[in-house]
Nanobody
Framework: QLVESGGASVEAGGSLTLSCAAS????????MAWFRQVPGKDREGVAA???????GYQDSVKGRFAISHDNAKNTLYLQMNSLRPEDTAMYYC???????????????????WGQGTQVTVLT
């Protein structure tokens, strides 16, 4: 089970940190990622990382967002800085209990999902 938290309303230029707590599994043996979705659009990959710590980001968030995980706490994080109104979305964490060779920002690669946490960036 994956449970996200940390979503909020924030002014443009602000920062937020999202958390995703896992139960019944451990992140250190999986690939993990953050996705986001706005109504009427497909869910898109934002950031992903593997068990070796290799990360990947959507171009629009590079340099602003950072994905990380804490094995001891079994928690995945997404640090979001310099937030923009276009970052407004429901954010989901995802986990795959296998190594993903490619397309780690593709939602079809992940089997386990959280319920989402809303991020709203105000102009």
């Amino acid at each position: 089970q994956l449970v996200e938290s940390g979503g909020a309303s924030v002014e443009a230029g602000g920062s937020l940190t999202l958390s995703c707590a896992a139960s019944g599994s451990t992140f250190d043996t999986h690939c993990m990622a953050w996705f986001r979705q706005v109504p009427g659009k497909d869910r898109e990959g934002v950031a992903a990382m593997d068990i070796d710590g290799v990360t990947g980001y959507q171009d629009s968030v590079k340099g602003r967002f950072a994905i990380s995980h804490d094995n001891a706490k079994n928690t995945l994080y997404l640090q979001m800085n310099s937030l923009r109104p276009e970052d407004t979305a429901m954010y989901y964490c995802a986990l795959q209990p296998a190594y993903i060779l490619s397309d780690r920002l593709s939602m079809g690669k992940y089997s386990y999902w959280g319920q989402g946490t809303q991020v709203t960036v105000l102009t």
